[in-house]
């Protein structure tokens, strides 16, 4: 599936989410690389799997294998650490807090790529799982790396459409019909 089929089996009333994934699959603010990244890992966060396979076969191609690799890499680390730092900074309890993790993340210090892109795709990823700690701390390692807030926010645009198609099509999915048998 392309990126066209994929706009083209989302509903009317989905509209903008058409004009804002063509939109933001030239945005300007980003490189080819730190674009096409964002996608994948936001597309595999999102689990759709028309999402995911249209994305994969529109920006797949646009990426070095090793970044294809940091991309699936960062949603991957980001599904456990979202999860777990989620749970350490909503739980009343504070001791949770000073524990170590002891989870394995070894992939955020050696992602493969540029350790800029590797964070812009896990701030993305962490928005869409809803990860406020995590977001903060990418956030922080972005700026200090010299990214702008319009390129983070581009990237988090990424990811809010994404995700946005990926629920319309799950919710086209699980839909019984409207329509009634004469």
Not at 60 to 65: F, Q, T
Not at 91 to 118: E, Q, W
Request: with cysteine; glycine share 6%; net charge negative.
């Amino acid at each position: 599936m392309s990126i066209e089929a994929l706009k083209d089996a989302l509903p009317e009333y989905a509209k903008d989410l058409k004009l804002n994934l063509s939109t933001l699959a030239t945005e300007p603010s980003l490189t080819e690389q730190q674009r096409a990244g964002t996608f994948i890992a936001c597309a595999l966060a999102s689990r759709n799997k028309p999402t995911t396979n249209a994305i994969f076969s529109e920006f797949g191609p646009k990426l070095s294998p090793e970044a294809l690799t940091a991309a699936r890499a960062a949603a991957a680390i980001m599904g456990m650490n979202n999860i777990y730092y989620r749970f350490t900074h909503l739980a009343s309890a504070p001791d949770y807090r000073t524990l170590p993790a002891k989870l394995r993340m070894n992939v955020i210090g050696k992602p493969g790529v540029d350790k800029i892109d590797f964070e812009l795709w896990s701030l993305a990823v962490s928005a869409i799982n809803g990860c406020g700690m995590c977001i903060d701390s990418h956030e922080k390692v972005l700026r200090n790396g010299g990214m702008t807030a319009e390129q983070i926010q581009a990237a988090v645009r990424i990811a809010s459409v994404v995700h946005a198609v990926a629920a319309v099509l799950d919710g086209e999915d699980a839909e019984p019909s409207t329509t009634t048998a004469a």
